[in-house]
T-cell receptor
Framework: DGGITQSPKYLFRKEGQNVTLSCEQN?????MYWYRQDPGQGLRLIYY???????QKGDIAEGYSVSREKKESFPLTVTSAQKNPTAFYLC????????????FGSGTRLTVV | AQKITQTQPGMFVQEKEAVTLDCTYD???????LFWYKQPSSGEMIFLIY??????QNATEGRYSLNFQKARKSANLVISASQLGDSAMYFC???????????FGTGTSLTVIP
């Protein structure tokens, strides 16, 4: 079945370490996104990519980096520059120009200790 | 700037009763889409219902209906015949035609009481 796979589901890291969250999709979607969710808040956009080798910053990109070398993959790196990285991270994808087909992954809960 | 407002942090409803979750939005765009998502405690976002800004009829999907009042910029979700499995967070979201970025509200936590 087609879908988005995020791994791992839970991730623990020490403060000051970079960590990379995986997001893979087999839906043949052109666009991919990373959102951050904090308790009591909605999702906020970190980065998005509409085509391979191109991506744009969202509303809260500081302290994060991404790459889009393959259509299927959009990994997110949480760097040590991110002041408060503990959060729930959701990856999503959509066909270009067709928001109705937006699909979310099941998320990664990152805890920095 | 786009903004989605959900003013009900938490709601309770008796099983089998109907409940309305409020959502207002602010945009200067003429063309946009409105969505409702359900997020159970496991974290995944489950699509419930979609309303396009040019759709004249209110969207319905099974027990879910969207009460769309364009002039008031409101897109309330109505869940009929609530079930225990409806207990979850519910998010209202708007998407612009230009670019596929979603703008989310802060969510409403719904608890269905037996």
């Amino acid at each position: 079945d087609g879908g988005i796979t995020q791994s791992p589901k839970y991730l623990f890291r020490k403060e000051g370490q970079n960590v990379t969250l995986s997001c893979e999709q087999n839906l043949n979607h052109d666009a991919m996104y990373w959102y951050r969710q904090d308790p009591g808040q909605g999702l906020r956009l970190i980065y998005y990519s509409q085509i391979v080798n191109d991506f744009q910053k969202g509303d809260i990109a500081e302290g994060y980096s991404v790459s889009r070398e393959k259509k299927e993959s959009f990994p997110l790196t949480v760097t040590s520059a991110q002041k408060n990285p503990t959060a729930f991270y959701l990856c999503a994808s959509s066909p270009q120009g067709y928001a109705y087909g937006y699909t979310f992954g099941s998320g990664t809960r990152l805890t920095v200790v | 700037a786009q903004k989605i407002t959900q003013t009900q942090p938490g709601m309770f409803v008796q099983e089998k009763e109907a409940v309305t979750l409020d959502c207002t939005y602010d945009t200067s765009d003429q063309s946009y889409g409105l969505f409702w998502y359900k997020q159970p405690s496991s974290g995944e976002m489950i699509f419930l219902i979609y309303q396009g800004s040019y759709d004249e009829q209110n969207a319905t999907e099974g027990r879910y209906s969207l009460n769309f009042q364009k002039a008031r910029k409101s897109a309330n979700l109505v869940i009929s015949a609530s079930q225990l499995g409806d207990s979850a967070m519910y998010f209202c979201a708007m998407i612009r035609v230009t670019g596929n970025q979603f703008y989310f509200g802060t969510g409403t936590s719904l608890t269905v009481i037996p």
